[in-house]
T-cell receptor
Framework: EPEVTQTPSHQVTQMGQEVILRCVPI?????FYWYRQILGQKVEFLVS????????KSEIFDDQFSVERPDGSNFTLKIRSTKLEDSAMYFC???????????FGPGTRLTVT | KQEVTQIPAALSVPEGENLVLNCSFT??????LQWFRQDPGKGLTSLLL?????REQTSGRLNASLDKSSGRSTLYIAASQPGDSATYLC??????????FGKGTSLLVTP
């Protein structure tokens, strides 16, 4: 069964460093998303991406964040200068249409020290 | 702003019981509602998607209902098993893209 994959599973970085989180969405899906979950809190929407453009973003997704589809299979989330409060589990998701079922990856745990 | 609430926050039942998890949302103008399962430290597994025009969806021992006008959804789990132990999340799609999640119900099924 096709699935969303994410790498790395765990990333530790120092405050102020740039990180790139990687995702491979399900191959025939066209819509891609990033969410995050701070420990003990709700899953929160960050951004959605379609046709090489951001289709929606939340207030969390400020200038420190960017997304890219660098090739036909990968979808990335970049955090330019990490803060302690960026520590969270980051989930990538994809769907083949909107509004339709979203399929989530296993997540990348980001720890900022 | 859409608020999603899940009650109860935690639930413990003996194996074999039928149970109901509740989800409520404040804005009834939604496209769909999706139920997920999350195991500790893991990703989200989609269980059921109900479109706004639907009243219920079934998958195996799971049945989800949607009453859009009253802003409520329920997830019914029949004949619960220890393997059903997980956190169950409800998420509503109001914009077409963004899912707005509840905090979840942590379910423990004891043998």
């Amino acid at each position: 069964e096709p699935e969303v994959t994410q790498t790395p599973s765990h990333q530790v970085t120092q405050m102020g460093q740039e990180v790139i989180l990687r995702c491979v969405p399900i191959s025939n899906h066209l819509y891609f998303y990033w969410y995050r979950q701070i420990l003990g809190q709700k899953v929160e929407f960050l951004v959605s991406f379609y046709n090489n453009e951001i289709s929606e973003k939340s207030e969390i997704f400020d200038d420190q964040f960017s997304v890219e589809r660098p090739d036909g299979s990968n979808f990335t989330l970049k955090i330019r200068s990490t803060k302690l409060e960026d520590s969270a589990m980051y989930f990538c998701a994809s769907s083949n249409s909107v509004p339709y079922e979203q399929y989530f990856g296993p997540g990348t745990r980001l720890t900022v020290t | 702003k859409q608020e999603v609430t899940q009650i109860p926050a935690a639930l413990s039942v003996p194996e074999g019981e039928n149970l109901v998890l509740n989800c409520s949302f404040t804005d009834s103008a939604i496209y769909n509602l999706q139920w997920f399962r999350q195991d500790p430290g893991k990703g989200l597994t989609s269980l059921l998607l109900i479109q706004s025009s639907q009243r219920e969806q079934t998958s195996g021992r799971l049945n989800a209902s949607l009453d859009k006008s009253s802003g409520r959804s329920t997830l019914y789990i029949a004949a619960s098993q220890p393997g059903d132990s997980a956190t169950y999340l409800c998420a509503v799609n109001r914009s077409g893209y963004a899912l707005n999640f509840g905090k979840g119900t942590s379910l423990l099924v004891t043998p």
